[in-house]
């Protein structure tokens, strides 16, 4: 069975941009937004609780898209 690895946190619009890129490559991706899911159920939650995950078996694929995309925002 394969499972999903944490590959980047921080804030919706920066986190939706990688899944983007990932998803050119044609790596699938899961976005957990805590901020948003807070939000319809009434709670807080921090700016930055935007994580993505993607599959064990994809990183060495995404490793390359990942580093050039923390480049990229720095």
């Known amino acids: 069975m394969a499972e999903h690895i944490k590959v980047y946190t ?7 941009r990688l899944a983007f890129l990932l998803d050119e ?6 976005i957990k937004d805590t901020k948003e899911s807070g939000r ?8 930055c609780s ?3 995950f ?3 078996s994809d ?4 490793k390359s898209i ?3 995309f923390r480049k990229e925002i720095a």
């Open 10 to 16: 921080g804030a919706s619009l920066l986190t939706n």
């Open 25 to 30: 490559s044609n790596i699938p991706s899961l």
């Open 40 to 47: 319809l159920a009434g709670f807080g939650a921090t700016e």
């Open 50 to 52: 935007s994580e993505l």
């Open 54 to 56: 993607i599959y064990d």
């Open 59 to 62: 990183l060495k694929e995404a």
């Open 66 to 68: 990942i580093e050039n």
